[in-house]
């Protein structure tokens, strides 16, 4: 398997290939495509994606081949396991990094926000309110489904741990120079006018951990705290006015905040993330902006006092 990329990406710059079994000639470039279409349809197993991206990468693909394989290799993606996930996107970096990140970005921002958006962890901190105030013969008519509700809690732990790994190595990523910092950046400047692009755990996480370096520290620190205001804005706004409220969706900022920081201390990230949850924090208690109600002032200490807590 290790020599398959290398071998694909040696006869692929040669004038002329012959085929044994059929005795056919081609050009090189012929041959590179052909056998990059046949490694990409052949059906490779959860456990053997990783195995998949090192031998994309080994063979070199041009931004061409990129756009053509980039959907057979990222719905790998949502086939396997939590823990398998931060090993793939380390190899699928190491693919684009002389590409684009875009696809990749894409594919992350659908996976995590499929498992651990705001809504999903609200989901499951009804759960457990509501299991804890159930009374004994509850206790006893759920018994059997008890562990079945375990197990959604394992497979959520994963997932939060798997997104701490991910982060670890985009930000390493980052720190390099790869261009999925253009994808980010692109994506977290359209956050001022829509801040939900950012306001959701994924996004929110990333832009936290790129204001890591020094790089990223002011613009992207700048842009969380004004997807925030705009964010407590619109929620003020849409609770007098029915049809704003329907077009634009309150974001429990609050509850996203305090999950982020729950997740980054207690299944990894915090260091990641620790400069850029403090930078929000002091951005926002300087923030007044002109023509802000007592309410949306009311509600950034709010949020100020959850991420300070």
Not at 52 to 57: D, H, P, Q
Not at 91 to 106: D, M, R
Not at 181 to 204: E, G, W
């Amino acid at each position: 398997m290790e020599v398959v990329g290398k071998l694909v990406s040696l006869l692929g710059a040669r004038d002329k290939v012959v085929m044994r079994s059929s005795r056919d000639a081609m050009s090189g470039l012929e041959y590179r495509a052909k056998a990059l279409r046949a490694l990409c349809s052949a059906r490779w197993t959860p456990e053997n994606v990783v195995a998949f991206c090192v031998l994309l990468g080994d063979i070199g693909l041009t931004h061409a081949e990129w756009d053509e394989v980039a959907d057979i290799a990222l719905r790998k993606l949502f086939k396997v396991g939590a823990d398998e996930v931060p090993p793939i996107v380390y190899q699928l970096l190491q693919v684009t990094k002389p590409l684009t990140g875009s696809k990749l970005l894409g594919a992350l921002i659908n996976y995590y926000g499929k498992h651990l958006d705001a809504g999903a962890l609200a989901e499951e901190e009804r759960r457990q309110n509501a299991s804890s105030q159930m009374d004994s013969a509850d206790v006893i008519d759920s018994a059997e489904s008890g562990s079945n509700g375990d197990s959604n809690t394992a497979d959520l732990d994963a997932m939060k741990r798997s997104l701490g790994m991910v982060l670890y190595h985009v930000s390493q990523a980052l720190n390099k120079g790869h261009p999925i910092q253009r994808d980010v950046m692109k994506l977290l400047r359209s956050a001022v006018q829509s801040p939900d692009l950012v306001l959701h755990t994924f996004v929110l996480f990333l832009a936290l951990a790129m204001t890591g370096h020094k790089k990223f520290r002011q613009p992207v620190g700048d842009t969380v705290r004004s997807a925030v205001v705009k964010q407590v804005e619109l929620d003020i706004r849409s609770q007098s006015d029915a049809w704003f409220r329907r077009a634009f969706p309150a974001h429990e900022v609050q509850r996203l905040i305090r999950n982020v920081i729950a997740m980054a201390t207690s299944f990894g990230g915090w260091e990641l993330i620790a400069q850029g949850v403090l930078d929000l924090a002091k951005g926002l208690l300087d923030t007044n902006p002109p023509g802000f109600k007592k309410t949306g002032t009311r509600t950034i200490y709010l949020h100020c006092g959850t991420i300070m807590n």
